[in-house]
């Protein structure tokens, strides 16, 4: 697996140094924090177990102990990875995932020192996407894990400090199976934002917000294939929102909103 990095307005490729070994098509997830000080980058090996890459100032980079735990996952799994603090200067960074011989969606905890298995969510469809989100509120922190049921439905499950995981209310019904799902969480007047994209029945990519409940859904693309992916991103509290996709042509191209709505 290959790196590339963006410094002083340029692109480099680093194609015989900092490689690591992974499976063909391996699903990715990556964090940072305090800036660029701190990557973690989460992929599978030729064996299907979790791994990690990481990045500390002063260090450089170096294979976390994620291996370690020998995790072999489902050979159709997803990746997401998580960061919050702790209240005491501390980081949290969880990863999830699906284990070998389980549809449940295992969560893989860091509270600062050792890795350990952490809680397991609902069981869900071999090969879901899985859309993770944290945020510090409040005092405490408010985690939402975005998956694809059994029955081919969307569903949430959520974390609040004060309150522990339970299922959420976001379901805006059945979509194809494996269909790509991004959410963003973020701010605003010490409330928790979320936005979701996911790719629906009619071959859309569409959208729907949660101001303290779900609002409409609203459409973004049209005529997306059965394969299509993308990646949202998001600064400024969500005032800017930019997606990412490849189209028909194989470019890929930019969907952007300098709002909270991406219509």
């Not at 005092?139 to 894990?145: D, I, K, T």
Request: overall charge negative; hydrophobic content about 35%.
């Amino acid at each position: 697996m290959l790196r590339a990095e963006y410094s002083n307005g340029l692109w480099s490729n680093f194609r015989h140094q900092d490689v690591v070994d992974a499976t063909p098509s391996t699903p990715l997830a990556c964090i940072t924090w305090m800036g660029e000080k701190e990557i973690r980058l989460y992929y599978l090996d030729r064996q299907h177990i979790l791994q990690e890459y990481c990045y500390s100032e002063g260090l450089g980079w170096f294979v976390g102990d994620v291996g370690k735990m020998n995790i072999r996952t489902s050979t159709n799994t997803r990746l997401s990875a998580v960061y919050f603090h702790d209240g005491e200067g501390g980081v949290n960074v969880c990863v999830y995932y699906q284990e070998l011989g389980s549809q449940a969606i295992a969560e893989l905890r860091n509270d600062g020192g050792c890795w350990a298995k952490g809680d397991r969510l609902p069981d869900a469809l071999d090969g879901t996407s899985i859309a993770a989100v944290a945020l510090n509120l409040n005092g405490g922190v408010s985690m939402r894990v975005y998956y694809q049921a059994e029955d081919l439905s969307l569903k949430d499950h959520c974390y609040d400090s004060d309150r522990g995981w339970y299922s959420g209310e976001w379901n805006p019904g059945r979509v194809p199976g494996g269909s790509p799902i991004n959410a963003l969480a973020y701010e605003i007047n010490e409330e928790l934002h979320l936005r979701v994209c996911w790719h629906n029945q009619q071959d859309e990519i569409v959208t729907s917000m949660n101001t303290g409940s779900w609002g409409p859904i609203t459409k973004v693309l049209g005529g997306v294939t059965s394969d299509f992916q993308f990646a949202l991103v998001q600064w400024v509290d969500g005032k800017y929102i930019r997606l990412y996709y490849q189209d028909v042509t194989s470019g890929v191209l930019l969907r952007k909103s300098n709002c909270s709505n991406l219509t």
